[in-house]
């Protein structure tokens, strides 16, 4: 295990979180070719990390290697008003990565604890997590950390 601390990015980070959220995306690429990443994903992402940064029902979580300083993973949590169910508020993680050479190193756990008092911090009932649904390492660490089906999302692609 590596010796981690977890903060809440600011706008000082945006350069770390864009890095990270864009690796993400062109993972999620790699794993579904129904994620195909957009042409202009630098400058896309850019203005996705302005607006998370800014928002007010989102949390973005960063880990830094306690020893380096480096950021090392980050996990983006966003509130959702849930009108007609109990409990009425849920987190959404949107967005979890952690650099390959820290994974199965016990960052990404970290960052899951941290996020789950971040959601109760925030008012929510339950949290839960969107991902591909190819990424079946993911879908073991959620398994594993207590996580269960809550709905299905079908697609079909219109061209």
């Known amino acids: 295990m ?7 990015a600011t706008s ?4 770390a979180v864009a890095e990270m959220i864009a690796r993400l995306k062109m993972l999620n690429e790699e794993l ?3 994620f195909k990443t957009v042409s202009d994903l630098e400058s896309v ?3 996705y990390v302005e ?5 007010d029902d989102t949390r973005v979580l960063l880990a830094l290697d306690a020893a380096t ?9 966003r509130k959702e008003d849930r009108i ?3 409990p009425r508020y849920k987190t959404v993680i949107t967005d979890f990565y952690v650099k390959p050479k820290y994974r199965r190193r016990r960052v990404g756990s970290i960052l899951l604890e941290k996020a789950i008092e971040h959601a109760k911090d925030m008012g929510a009932g339950i949290i839960t997590v969107v991902y591909p649904a190819g990424n079946t390492i993911a879908g073991a660490f959620y398994e594993k950390a207590g996580f269960r089906d809550l709905q299905v999302e079908k697609y079909k692609p219109l061209y």
């Open 84 to 86: 007609f169910y109990e």
């Open 2 to 8: 590596v010796n981690i601390y977890v903060k809440e």
């Open 32 to 34: 579904d070719p129904h």
């Open 45 to 47: 992402v850019k203005k």
């Open 51 to 55: 607006e998370i940064l800014a928002s």
């Open 12 to 15: 000082e980070d945006a350069g």
């Open 69 to 77: 300083g480096e950021p090392v993973g980050l996990l983006v949590l």
